[in-house]
Nanobody, 120 residues
């Protein structure tokens, strides 16, 4: 099970911190990441982490501004993003899959309910 938190209103240029709490049997879901969907747009990937290797992957739109991390103690996948742009405003979802870290949302079967990031 994946439960997102941390969505809030943010000003352009500000920062956001999202957290995805992972529970249940995660032995077969090594790749966990963040996706987002803005109104009227398709869901897109933001950042992924392979919890076995520690490898991280970032979409070009957030590279250099976002950091994804796996907190082993809390079993959370955290996303920090700085210099937020209007284009970053969306509902953010956490998703998990086993195997390689695909960047297509269609490759993921396990999803959280999402957390909304709005502009203030």
């Amino acid at each position: 099970q994946l439960v997102e938190s941390g969505g809030h209103s943010v000003q352009p240029g500000g920062s956001l911190n999202l957290s995805c709490a992972v529970s249940g049997d995660t032995s077969s879901t090594n790749c966990i990441g963040w996706f987002r969907q803005a109104p009227g747009k398709e869901r897109e990937w933001v950042a992924l982490v392979d919890t076995r290797s520690g490898s991280t992957y970032y979409a070009a739109s957030v590279k250099g501004r976002a950091t994804i991390s796996h907190d082993n103690a809390k079993n959370t996948i955290d996303l920090t993003m700085n210099k937020v742009k209007p284009a970053d405003i969306a509902t953010y979802f956490c998703a998990a899959r086993g195997g390689y870290c695909a960047n297509s949302p269609q490759e993921y079967r396990i999803w959280g309910q999402g957390t909304q990031v709005t502009v203030s």
